[in-house]
């Protein structure tokens, strides 16, 4: 069956005039495409044009779009007054609320006013394309188009063919997305897909190391902004998307893979969600946003200290790296060997704490200290260094290694004994999750890929990711915080391991 999104003379029926529905309606008539617009509730789609049209007299006003094209748009977008007014639609875009139940009713009464080969795609976020067609009498005519919010704005479609879809159906929805200016991706029907299951490991990770009192918020945020790159710290993003709907997604994804340890979300968002402390929009969340901004207590607050003339280094992972920044900024650095008596020893496990270091290389714990030179491999930009403390690092140790990194010009934060520190243990997560959905074929590597720099505004998708730091590295942090916490939510998969131990991108297909 061949199925035709392409004809100049298509109209488009989006149905569900909320957030998404209006944003998605606005895309297609920009794209010129005659578009109809239906929702339940009277005064829903008078209002989504109204504003609609007060958002493009903004645009109009920044010199971004001319007053005819504003008014080309308008012209092409019309109400409807019942579904019946479907009937001459080609496509049928559904954003209305997430429920299966209401969705599948639509859906019926929207195929009596089709035509057999008109298409019906959902937007639903969280349930099974699948699940939804199979109330249908034309489930081949169903399939999904994701549209990220605000629609106008996210360049991302992820394009779902359900388990009954017609074979051509992905094909003519990804043509669309793409006439419409969007850049789309194929996802098979699975939980998430590819974005929100992708987004599993950020979130889930940065609460545990702060439930685990390894570092606050603040500092877990910093951290991921100025050793690796990201645009939002964790806890950034999850007040500005809201606890309640993080949180609704972290469950729902973890439920819908069967309790998937990987996905376990966090006893501590629940408290917070309970309590009303949902982030930006209850003006508190991980940040308060009702006061001026008031400077957060460090977790650790290292002694001031004049740098040390010399430190030890252990001659492992990064530890060459750390030695050549350190004699630059003035600091004798003896890479290996035997320290010195009262020497500061400082290490740079992947995958191991501080305490675990210290005795596997029969150092006095007092005076050792971990940093992270993990995230350093992404770019020499990024300057800010971990120093990590056991529980028996003495003060001054602590003290004398922040002033030695210090020196380099780069920032410092402390924080207490963590296998993988921050950096190692999100960047790590964030690629055995993308791992997880290649593994799972959920979506090709360079798709899981685009859909997470598009959709979730990483500095790279979750393979590319892996590979800038090395698989093998990544496949080291996992080994070792699984080693060490027993914990199956740290195992890696297949698909990482076999790309790791051959020495191949993980976008090496099968
Ligand atoms: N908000 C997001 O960030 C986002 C992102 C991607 C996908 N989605 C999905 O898009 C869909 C809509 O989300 P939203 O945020 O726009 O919700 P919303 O609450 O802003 O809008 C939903 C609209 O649907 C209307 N509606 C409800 N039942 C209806 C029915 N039976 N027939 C017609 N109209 C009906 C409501 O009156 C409302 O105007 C959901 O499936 C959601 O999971 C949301």
Same mark, same amino acid.
């Given at each position: ?29 920009? %794209? ?58 080609? #496509? ?108 599993? %490991? ?23 902004? *100025? ?8 806890? *950034? ?22 309790? *998937? ?60 790296? #750390? ?26 496990? #992947? ?52 002033? %030695? ?106």
């Amino acid at each position: 069956m061949t199925i035709d999104l392409g004809k100049d003379d298509l109209i488009v029926a989006v149905i569900g005039a909320g957030a998404m529905g209006r944003g998605i309606a606005q895309v297609c008539a920009q %794209a010129g495409i005659q578009t109809l617009l239906y929702d339940a509730r009277d005064g829903a789609v008078a209002e989504a044009i109204a504003a609609l049209g007060k958002g493009l007299d903004g645009q109009v006003a920044k010199g971004r779009m001319s007053d005819d094209d504003k008014a080309g748009v308008m012209q092409r977008l019309k109400p409807m007054a019942s579904l019946a007014d479907a009937a001459s639609a080609g #496509l049928v875009i559904e954003a209305i609320v997430e429920d299966l139940a209401v969705k599948r009713d639509l859906f019926r009464t929207l195929e009596k006013h089709l035509s057999p080969d008109a298409v019906i795609a959902t937007n639903t976020s969280s349930l099974s394309v699948t699940e939804i067609a199979a109330g249908c009498d034309r489930p081949q005519r169903v399939g999904g188009l994701h549209f990220f919010n605000p629609p106008p704005v996210m360049k991302l479609v992820e394009v779902i063919g359900g388990l009954r879809s017609d074979p051509a159906l992905a094909d003519a929805l990804v043509a669309f997305s793409r006439r419409i200016g969007k850049q789309p991706i194929v996802a098979t029907d699975t939980p998430g897909f590819v974005v929100n299951h992708a987004g599993r %490991a950020y979130g889930p990770e940065a609460l545990r190391i702060v439930a685990q009192g390894i570092a606050a918020p603040f500092e877990v945020d910093t951290l991921m902004k *100025e050793a690796a790159g990201f645009r939002m710290g964790p806890f *950034e993003l999850l007040d500005l998307v809201g606890g309640d709907v993080t949180h609704a997604v972290m469950e729902s994804i973890y439920d819908r893979y069967y309790g *998937e340890p990987m996905y376990q979300p966090s006893a501590l968002m629940a408290v917070r969600v309970a309590g009303g402390l949902l982030g930006r929009k209850t003006k508190q969340g991980f940040y308060d946003y009702a006061s001026a901004p008031v400077a957060s207590a460090p977790t650790i607050a290292a002694a001031p200290q004049a740098k040390p003339a010399s430190v030890w280094i252990a001659d492992e992972d990064g530890g060459s790296d #750390l030695a050549a920044a350190l004699k630059a900024a003035g600091i004798k650095a003896e890479l290996g060997g035997t320290p010195g008596a009262q020497q500061v020893c400082i290490v740079t496990p #992947l995958g191991e704490d501080c305490t675990t270091t210290a005795l596997r290389l029969k150092l006095d714990p007092a005076r050792t200290v971990a940093v992270d030179m993990f995230g350093r491999s992404m770019a020499q930009s990024l300057g800010r260094y971990t120093v990590m403390k056991n529980p028996l690092t003495a003060p001054d140790a602590l003290g004398a290694a922040y002033a %030695a990194l210090a020196a380099t010009g780069s920032p410092v934060t402390a924080i207490n004994d963590s296998t993988g520190f921050v950096v190692q243990r999100l960047l790590a997560m964030i690629v055995n999750v993308g791992c997880r959905i290649a593994e799972l074929r959920v979506a090709k590597p360079a798709d899981i890929d685009t859909g997470v720099e598009l959709g979730l505004n990483y500095p790279k998708g979750p393979l590319a990711l892996g590979d800038l730091v090395g698989p093998a590295r990544v496949l080291a942090v996992l080994d070792g915080m699984q080693a060490a916490t027993r914990d199956p939510k740290y195992r890696a998969t297949a698909w990482l391991r076999r790309r790791a131990s051959l020495s191949v991108s993980l976008h090496t297909p099968d």
